[in-house]
């Protein structure tokens, strides 16, 4: 096929052959491959000239999203998956981002972790159940969630437990359904037992005037 018009609109090029068909590329994979008005193009190279083009607008995609935070692996496959990217292309940019350290799950649980926990202050449980919908690895998450400091969970728990019951007491004066409430509300919120037992104990609820 013969190139008849090469047609640029913003960073894309319609490169429009003189049986009719088009072919939209990636402006610099016109400029790489030097693509110009009258040349032949096979089929070959047709289909590397728009994986290349592909390639390059699917590593776009991944790096504004990653601009914006940091995303595990399977949360940005799924991202590039909307696109409409092909599965092989965004299997290669995953690839890249991995071997150039962009993309990294390990340091992503790290900052995700950190974020959540201090923010929101949620527990271990409804963390791990967070990471593992991003697509973690569970021993990955088993790993990493088994080096963060219990103390820090106590001191979250009880500040939320300290802020719940304020609302809890403007309903309820029997010390046992407190408690209720209070274990149920830390439940959801991804404590485990024993942390919220010692919790509930700390308050005194049993001991009050």
Same mark, same amino acid.
């Given at each position: ?7 640029? $609109? ?14 939209? @590329? !990636? ?14 193009? !096979?089929?070959? $190279?047709? /289909? ?6 592909? @390639?390059?607008? %699917? ?13 595990? $692996?399977? /949360? ?9 990217? #092909? ?5 290669? *940019?995953? @690839? ?27 527990? #271990?449980?409804?963390?791990? %159940? ?20 219990? /103390?820090?969970?106590? %001191? ?5 437990? /300290?802020?719940?019951? *304020? ?7 029997? #010390? ?22 010692? *919790? ?10």
């Amino acid at each position: 096929m013969k190139i008849a018009a090469l047609k640029k $609109k913003g960073n894309n090029v319609t490169v429009v052959f003189d049986d009719g068909t088009y072919r939209v @590329l !990636d402006y610099r994979v016109v400029v790489d491959y030097g693509i110009w008005k009258g040349q032949e193009i !096979d089929d070959e $190279k047709l /289909e590397l000239l728009s994986s290349e083009s592909s @390639l390059l607008k %699917a590593k776009d995609s991944a790096f504004r999203f990653l601009g914006m935070r940091l995303h595990s $692996k399977a /949360e940005l496959k799924l991202k590039l998956l909307k696109k409409k990217f #092909p599965l092989d292309v965004i299997e290669n *940019v995953l @690839l890249y981002l991995q071997k150039e350290n962009y993309l990294n799950d390990e340091e992503f649980v790290i900052q995700f972790s950190a974020e959540r926990v201090k923010r929101k202050k949620i527990g #271990p449980a409804k963390l791990s %159940a967070e990471l593992m919908k991003k697509g973690i690895n569970r021993e990955l998450i088993k790993t990493l969630l088994s080096s963060h400091d219990q /103390e820090n969970y106590f %001191a979250n728990a009880l500040t939320l437990a /300290e802020k719940k019951l *304020v609302q809890i007491k403007r309903k309820e004066t029997d #010390p046992r359904r407190i408690a209720q409430k209070l274990f149920t509300y830390l439940a959801s919120k991804g404590y485990q037992s024993d942390v919220i037992r010692n *919790v509930v104990e700390n308050l005194k609820l049993g001991n009050e005037d």
